[in-house]
C-alpha cells in the first residue's frame, strides 16, 4: 500500500520565552539532521536563523526565521519565533500556519512570564504541542519543577517520558520511559550511545513508567483496555496514545536536555515525527467565498489556496512566505489574490533556509515556502486558483500601544524615510504609521520600546538614513465612567437645495468597563418607525465616526454602549447623511456631557534580582506606580511580578541594571487598560 507523501511532513514552530533556548535547539535540529556542518551560537553571532545583524548584536530572535531539514525519512518545515513580547505579532502570524510547536522552557525558571503568553496563543490557534525542558546542565536546574510550573501555569497534562541521567553539570544522558533504555551523550559525540537503564536508576525508571502508564490509560480508551488486561502497555501502545493525546491536546509529552551541549536533540526530532501532526491529521482548512464558506483538503490535487503569513521587502525584491494548504503552485504560475481581487504571476518559488534559497519547480499542499513575484500580496493575503477563489481568514494585527516621532535629519531625505517606513510597515503588520494632524509629524507606532528600536534601527542600517527620534508615548484611550441618559441632538441644514434634517435621542453608558473598557455596542429601542431602520444603521455608523476623537485629548473612545431611543424623520430632507451626521456630532457633544475617564496602556513585569538588591526593586516600582502583585525566590534570586503602567517603563531597562549592578532582568507582557490619574490627562 502506497504510504501519502504528507505524512511524511511536519510543519511546526519553536515557541519559548526570550534566552530559553529556542535558537540554540533550532541550531541543534539543523546540525543534528545534517543541514548544516557547523554548530552556530548566539553568543558567536553565528546561527543560521538570527542572520539579521540586529538579532546578532542584541543576541535575541526579533524576526520569525523558516528553516527546512529532513529527519528519519520526514521533511520537517520549522519556524524559529522571538521570545520577546515586543515581537508577539510574529509568533501570532506563524501560528496561524503551523501544524505544531515545540515549546522550549528553562529548566531552571520553569514557566516564564512569554512562555505563558506563547502557550496561550497556541491554545488559541489549537497548535498540538510538545514541552522541551532546555539547559539541563545548569546549576539549579531540576525536571520536576519545571514540570510542576508547566502543569500549575499552564495547566496541561504532562506527559514525561524520560529521565534525566546525572544532574546540573554532570547531566549526561536520559532514560527513555516508553522503551526502557538509556542514551547517553559523551563529550564531544555527536550522537547518543543506546544502552540498558543504568542500575542506579532502574527502580526509579520503572516507577516512572508505571506513572505515565497510568496517566495515558486514564485519558485514552485504547491505552485503558490494554492496561487493563496487561497490567502494562506496550512501547507501542504507548507511543500510539501518545501520539493521540498530543493531537486532541489532552496531553503534553515532556522531554528534556541541554541543546547548548547537543544532548536530548536526536530525542526531541523523534518525538516531532511521532507526536505531532502532519497535514493530513489537522482539520481541512476553512474559507468564504461569496458568503459561503467552503473546505480545501489537503491534497495536491485540489484547487490551490495558500495564506502569505511573512513578507520580505528586500531592495532587490519581495519574498512571500506562503503556506500552501491545498492543490498545487508551479513556477510560473498565475495565481488570485482574494483579497485585492487581482491576479499575480509566481516568478520562483524557494525552499527556505533562514537567509539561503534552494529553487523548487513547484510546492504542494502542506509545504511552506517563499514566491518571488508577487507584488501586492501582504501578511494575511490569500492566494488561491483563479478558477476556485476562496478567502482563508487572515491572523489578528495587534493595536499597537507605543508611539515615537521620527523625522529625516537632512530635509532632502523626507521622501526617502517615507518610502522606508512603508516597506517596514509591509513586513511587520503591527507597525503603523501615521502623520499627527496637529504637529504634521511622521509618528510611528508598534507593540513596544524595543520594537520601535529595531524599527528605526533598520531605516538607519538598511537605507543610510540620520533620524531624529523623539521621546516615546503611549496610546492612551478614553471611557465613559458615567453617562448620560435623553441626550437629545437635532441636525438641521438648508443651504438653498435639498436640505438636511435628523433628530436623535441618545443613551450612553459605560461596557465592560471591569475588563479594560475594550468595545462598542450600540442598540436601538426606538418603536413606532420614528426612526427607519435604515436610518439606524446611518446613526450606528455616524456613532462610530465619533469614536476615532474623545473629548479630554482626542483619543479613541472604547468601553460604550449607545442606545437610539427616540427621533424624528423629515418627509423631504431626512436621509442617511442626515442620519449619519447627526450621529456622529450627537455622541460627540454627548461625551463632552459625560464624565469621562482617561485610560493607559498596563504591562504586568516580572523583575528577577538578587535578594539583596530586592528593597530598592520594590521602591522603584512603587515610584513608577506599580502595584506588586507577587513575590517568589526561584535559584537564590528575588522575583518580583508587579503591575505597571506602560508610560513608566521607558529606561526602566536602564535603570534597573544600576540598581543591580547589572544582575537584574525584567521582562513585561501586556495586560489591557487602566484608568489614568487625573495628572495624566492633562499632559
Not at 3 to 26: E, S, Y
Not at 267 to 282: E, G, H, K, N, R
Given at each position: 500500500?502506497?504510504?501519502?507523501?504528507?505524512?511524511?511532513?511536519?510543519?511546526?514552530?519553536?515557541?519559548?520565552?526570550?534566552?530559553?533556548?529556542?535558537?540554540?535547539?533550532?541550531?541543534?535540529?539543523?546540525?543534528?539532521?545534517?543541514?548544516?556542518?557547523?554548530?552556530?551560537?548566539?553568543?558567536?553571532?553565528?546561527?543560521?536563523?538570527?542572520?539579521?545583524?540586529?538579532?546578532?548584536?542584541?543576541?535575541?530572535?526579533?524576526?520569525?526565521?523558516?528553516?527546512?531539514?529532513?529527519?528519519?525519512?520526514?521533511?520537517?518545515?520549522?519556524?524559529?519565533?522571538?521570545?520577546?513580547?515586543?515581537?508577539?505579532?510574529?509568533?501570532?502570524?506563524?501560528?496561524?500556519?503551523l501544524?505544531?510547536?515545540?515549546?522550549?522552557?528553562?529548566?531552571?525558571?520553569?514557566?516564564?512570564?512569554?512562555?505563558?503568553?506563547?502557550?496561550?496563543?497556541a491554545?488559541?490557534?489549537?497548535?498540538?504541542?510538545?514541552?522541551?525542558?532546555?539547559?539541563?546542565d545548569r546549576?539549579?536546574?531540576?525536571?520536576?519543577?519545571?514540570?510542576?510550573?508547566?502543569?500549575?501555569?499552564?495547566?496541561?497534562?504532562?506527559?514525561?517520558?524520560?529521565?534525566?541521567?546525572g544532574?546540573?553539570?554532570?547531566?549526561?544522558?536520559?532514560v527513555?520511559?516508553?522503551?526502557?533504555?538509556?542514551?547517553?551523550?559523551a563529550?564531544?559525540?555527536?550522537g547518543?550511545?543506546?544502552?540498558?537503564?543504568?542500575?542506579?536508576?532502574?527502580?526509579?525508571?520503572?516507577?516512572?513508567?508505571?506513572?505515565?502508564?497510568?496517566?495515558?490509560?486514564?485519558?485514552?480508551?485504547?491505552?485503558?483496555?490494554?492496561?487493563?488486561?496487561?497490567?502494562?502497555l506496550?512501547?507501542?501502545?504507548?507511543?500510539?496514545?501518545?501520539?493521540?493525546?498530543?493531537?486532541?491536546?489532552?496531553?503534553?509529552?515532556?522531554?528534556?536536555?541541554?541543546?547548548?551541549?547537543?544532548?536530548?536533540?536526536?530525542?526531541?526530532?523523534?518525538?516531532?515525527?511521532?507526536?505531532?501532526?502532519?497535514?493530513?491529521?489537522?482539520?481541512?482548512?476553512?474559507?468564504?467565498?461569496d458568503?459561503?464558506?467552503?473546505?480545501?483538503?489537503?491534497?495536491?490535487?485540489?484547487?490551490?489556496?495558500?495564506?502569505?503569513?511573512?513578507?520580505?521587502?528586500?531592495?532587490?525584491?519581495?519574498?512571500?512566505?506562503?503556506?500552501?494548504?491545498?492543490?498545487?503552485i508551479?513556477?510560473?504560475?498565475?495565481?488570485?489574490?482574494?483579497?485585492?481581487?487581482?491576479?499575480?504571476?509566481?516568478?520562483?518559488?524557494?525552499?527556505?533556509?533562514?537567509?539561503?534559497?534552494?529553487?523548487?519547480?513547484?510546492?504542494?499542499?502542506?509545504?511552506?515556502?517563499a514566491?518571488?513575484?508577487?507584488?501586492?500580496?501582504?501578511?494575511?493575503?490569500?492566494?488561491?486558483?483563479?478558477?476556485?477563489?476562496?478567502?482563508?481568514?487572515?491572523?489578528?494585527?495587534?493595536?499597537?500601544?507605543?508611539?515615537?516621532?521620527?523625522?529625516?535629519?537632512?530635509?532632502?531625505?523626507t521622501?526617502?524615510?517615507?518610502?522606508?517606513?512603508?516597506?517596514?510597515?509591509?513586513?511587520?503588520?503591527?507597525?503603523?504609521?501615521?502623520?499627527?494632524?496637529?504637529?504634521g509629524?511622521?509618528?510611528?507606532?508598534?507593540?513596544?520600546?524595543?520594537?520601535?528600536?529595531?524599527?528605526?534601527?533598520?531605516?538607519?542600517?538598511?537605507?543610510?538614513?540620520?533620524?531624529?527620534?523623539?521621546r516615546?508615548?503611549?496610546?492612551?484611550?478614553?471611557?465613559?465612567?458615567?453617562?448620560?441618559?435623553?441626550?437629545?441632538?437635532?441636525?438641521?441644514?438648508?443651504?438653498g437645495?435639498?436640505?438636511?434634517?435628523?433628530?436623535?435621542?441618545l443613551?450612553?453608558?459605560p461596557?465592560?468597563?471591569?475588563?479594560?473598557?475594550?468595545?462598542?455596542?450600540?442598540?436601538?429601542?426606538?418603536?413606532?418607525?420614528?426612526?427607519?431602520?435604515?436610518?439606524?444603521?446611518?446613526?450606528?455608523?455616524?456613532?462610530?465616526?465619533?469614536?476615532?476623537?474623545g473629548p479630554?485629548?482626542?483619543?479613541?473612545?472604547?468601553?460604550?454602549?449607545?442606545?437610539?431611543t427616540?427621533?424624528?424623520?423629515?418627509?423631504?430632507?431626512?436621509?442617511?447623511?442626515?442620519?449619519?451626521?447627526?450621529?456622529?456630532?450627537?455622541?460627540?457633544?454627548?461625551?463632552?456631557a459625560?464624565?469621562?475617564?482617561?485610560?493607559?496602556?498596563?504591562?504586568?513585569?516580572?523583575?528577577?534580582?538578587?535578594?539583596?538588591?530586592?528593597?530598592?526593586?520594590?521602591?522603584?516600582?512603587?515610584?513608577?506606580?506599580?502595584?506588586?502583585?507577587?513575590?517568589?525566590?526561584?535559584?537564590?534570586?528575588?522575583?518580583?511580578?508587579?503591575?505597571v503602567?506602560?508610560?513608566?517603563?521607558?529606561?526602566?531597562?536602564?535603570?534597573?541594571?544600576?540598581?543591580?549592578?547589572?544582575r537584574?532582568?525584567?521582562?513585561?507582557?501586556?495586560?489591557?487598560?487602566?484608568?489614568a490619574?487625573?495628572?495624566?490627562?492633562?499632559?
Amino acid at each position: 500500500m502506497r504510504t501519502d507523501p504528507l505524512t511524511t511532513v511536519r510543519n511546526l514552530g519553536i515557541l519559548a520565552h526570550v534566552d530559553a533556548g529556542k535558537t540554540t535547539v533550532t541550531e541543534r535540529i539543523l546540525y543534528t539532521t545534517g543541514t548544516t556542518h557547523k554548530r552556530g551560537e548566539v553568543h558567536d553571532g553565528t546561527t543560521v536563523t538570527d542572520f539579521d545583524p540586529q538579532e546578532r548584536d542584541r543576541g535575541i530572535t526579533i524576526f520569525a526565521a523558516a528553516v527546512s531539514c529532513a529527519w528519519a525519512g520526514h521533511r520537517i518545515n520549522l519556524i524559529d519565533t522571538p521570545g520577546h513580547v515586543d515581537f508577539a505579532d510574529e509568533v501570532e502570524r506563524s501560528l496561524r500556519v503551523l501544524d505544531g510547536a515545540v515549546a522550549v522552557f528553562d529548566a531552571v525558571a520553569g514557566v516564564e512570564p512569554q512562555s505563558e503568553s506563547v502557550w496561550r496563543q497556541a491554545d488559541r490557534h489549537g497548535v498540538p504541542r510538545i514541552a522541551f525542558v532546555n539547559k539541563m546542565d545548569r546549576a539549579g536546574a531540576d525536571l520536576d519543577t519545571a514540570v510542576a510550573s508547566i502543569r500549575e501555569r499552564l495547566h496541561p497534562v504532562p506527559l514525561v517520558v524520560q529521565l534525566p541521567i546525572g544532574t546540573e553539570d554532570g547531566f549526561t544522558g536520559v532514560v527513555d520511559l516508553p522503551r526502557m533504555r538509556a542514551l547517553v551523550w559523551a563529550d564531544g559525540a555527536d550522537g547518543a550511545e543506546e544502552g540498558p537503564v543504568p542500575e542506579a536508576l532502574r527502580e526509579e525508571a520503572a516507577r516512572r513508567r508505571r506513572l505515565l502508564e497510568e496517566a495515558v490509560a486514564e485519558r485514552h480508551p485504547a491505552a485503558l483496555e490494554e492496561f487493563c488486561d496487561r497490567e502494562t502497555l506496550t512501547a507501542a501502545t504507548l507511543t500510539d496514545a501518545l501520539r493521540d493525546l498530543t493531537r486532541t491536546g489532552d496531553g503534553v509529552v515532556v522531554l528534556c536536555g541541554s541543546a547548548y551541549r547537543n544532548r536530548g536533540v536526536e530525542p526531541l526530532l523523534d518525538a516531532v515525527v511521532a507526536y505531532l501532526p502532519s497535514p493530513l491529521d489537522v482539520p481541512a482548512v476553512r474559507g468564504t467565498h461569496d458568503g459561503t464558506e467552503q473546505e480545501r483538503p489537503a491534497d495536491p490535487a485540489a484547487p490551490m489556496a495558500a495564506l502569505a503569513f511573512k513578507v520580505n521587502a528586500t531592495p532587490t525584491g519581495r519574498l512571500t512566505y506562503l503556506r500552501v494548504y491545498s492543490g498545487t503552485i508551479e513556477k510560473g504560475d498565475t495565481v488570485w489574490d482574494a483579497g485585492t481581487r487581482r491576479g499575480e504571476r509566481v516568478g520562483r518559488i524557494l525552499r527556505v533556509r533562514a537567509d539561503r534559497h534552494d529553487p523548487l519547480e513547484r510546492a504542494v499542499a502542506g509545504d511552506i515556502v517563499a514566491v518571488v513575484g508577487l507584488k501586492s500580496a501582504r501578511a494575511g493575503s490569500t492566494l488561491c486558483a483563479p478558477g476556485a477563489p476562496l478567502l482563508l481568514e487572515p491572523p489578528g494585527v495587534p493595536e499597537p500601544v507605543v508611539h515615537v516621532a521620527v523625522e529625516a535629519r537632512r530635509a532632502t531625505d523626507t521622501d526617502r524615510l517615507a518610502s522606508a517606513l512603508a516597506r517596514l510597515t509591509e513586513e511587520d503588520p503591527s507597525l503603523a504609521v501615521r502623520t499627527d494632524p496637529e504637529t504634521g509629524q511622521t509618528v510611528l507606532s508598534g507593540m513596544g520600546e524595543l520594537h520601535l528600536e529595531v524599527a528605526v534601527e533598520r531605516v538607519r542600517r538598511e537605507h543610510g538614513l540620520e533620524v531624529a527620534v523623539g521621546r516615546p508615548g503611549v496610546a492612551y484611550r478614553e471611557t465613559v465612567g458615567e453617562g448620560v441618559t435623553g441626550f437629545v441632538h437635532r441636525h438641521v441644514k438648508q443651504d438653498g437645495g435639498a436640505g438636511q434634517f435628523a433628530h436623535v435621542v441618545l443613551d450612553v453608558e459605560p461596557w465592560e468597563r471591569d475588563t479594560g473598557g475594550d468595545g462598542f455596542v450600540f442598540r436601538s429601542t426606538v418603536v413606532g418607525g420614528r426612526v427607519p431602520q435604515e436610518y439606524v444603521r446611518a446613526v450606528e455608523a455616524g456613532c462610530r465616526d465619533a469614536l476615532a476623537e474623545g473629548p479630554l485629548g482626542g483619543h479613541p473612545v472604547t468601553g460604550l454602549r449607545v442606545t437610539l431611543t427616540d427621533g424624528q424623520t423629515h418627509v423631504k430632507d431626512s436621509s442617511d447623511t442626515a442620519f449619519r451626521t447627526a450621529g456622529r456630532f450627537g455622541l460627540r457633544d454627548a461625551l463632552r456631557a459625560s464624565e469621562m475617564v482617561l485610560l493607559e496602556p498596563v504591562v504586568e513585569v516580572t523583575v528577577t534580582v538578587p535578594e539583596d538588591g530586592l528593597g530598592g526593586v520594590l521602591g522603584d516600582l512603587a515610584a513608577r506606580r506599580g502595584r506588586v502583585t507577587g513575590s517568589d525566590t526561584r535559584g537564590g534570586a528575588a522575583v518580583v511580578t508587579a503591575t505597571v503602567p506602560l508610560a513608566e517603563l521607558f529606561g526602566y531597562a536602564t535603570r534597573l541594571r544600576s540598581r543591580t549592578q547589572g544582575r537584574g532582568t525584567f521582562t513585561a507582557r501586556p495586560t489591557g487598560y487602566a484608568p489614568a490619574p487625573a495628572a495624566t490627562a492633562a499632559r
